[in-house]
């Protein structure tokens, strides 16, 4: 694997390196002596899937508190992502600043967020699944987010908005 280091500390592009043959090809996507090796949170508490039915769907901004604050391993496994990471962390010196990438089902490109980053992302095509694998248990209780268009980030969404979650258009600006 390739690991690329973001401009915000600590959040990395994974790039898995194929070896092919006449069947195809094989990649690791997760090993945990490198994640080690580049400083990284290997643990996994577990994994989910987020499926996507439309175009300019939008899941974010989410992060949980201590003591349940988790690192996320995101990739894209059909279709296109607009994938948002945001420093929550007060004492790092990109604190509130972002980073963006697009992940598809073609790259294999994997992104590490880091625990205490705010993750959201906008669905680039219709039929679009996400795998995130989580270094903590869900906590409902350690839950937070705010909106996706709060003005102290200016993230531009490249689509409309088509779907966007109850919950997700209920959360408060950002207060930090």
Not at 87 to 92: A, K
Not at 94 to 107: G, I, M, N, Q
Request: aromatic share 14%; charged share 25%.
């Amino acid at each position: 694997m390739i690991f690329t280091e973001t401009p915000l500390k600590g959040a990395f592009l994974i790039d898995p390196e194929p070896h092919l043959d006449s069947r195809g090809f094989f990649a690791r996507t997760f090993c945990r002596r490198e994640f080690e090796a580049h400083g990284l949170n290997p643990a996994i508490a577990q994994c989910n899937l987020s499926f996507n039915h439309r175009a300019g769907t939008l899941r974010g901004m989410h992060f949980q508190e201590a003591p349940a604050r988790e690192a996320k391993l995101v990739r894209c496994l059909r279709g296109r992502i607009y994938d948002v990471i945001i420093d929550l962390r007060p004492q790092s010196s990109t604190y509130r600043e972002h980073f963006v990438v697009e992940l598809t089902a073609d790259s294999y490109l994997a992104l590490f967020v880091p625990e205490f980053f705010a993750h959201g992302f906008q669905s680039l095509v219709d039929e679009t699944l996400v795998e995130y694998q989580m270094s903590e248990y869900y906590a409902r209780e350690r839950s937070r987010g705010f909106r996706y268009d709060d003005p102290v980030f200016a993230l531009a969404w490249p689509l409309a908005i088509t779907v966007i979650s109850e919950q997700d258009l209920a959360w408060p600006a950002f207060s930090r």
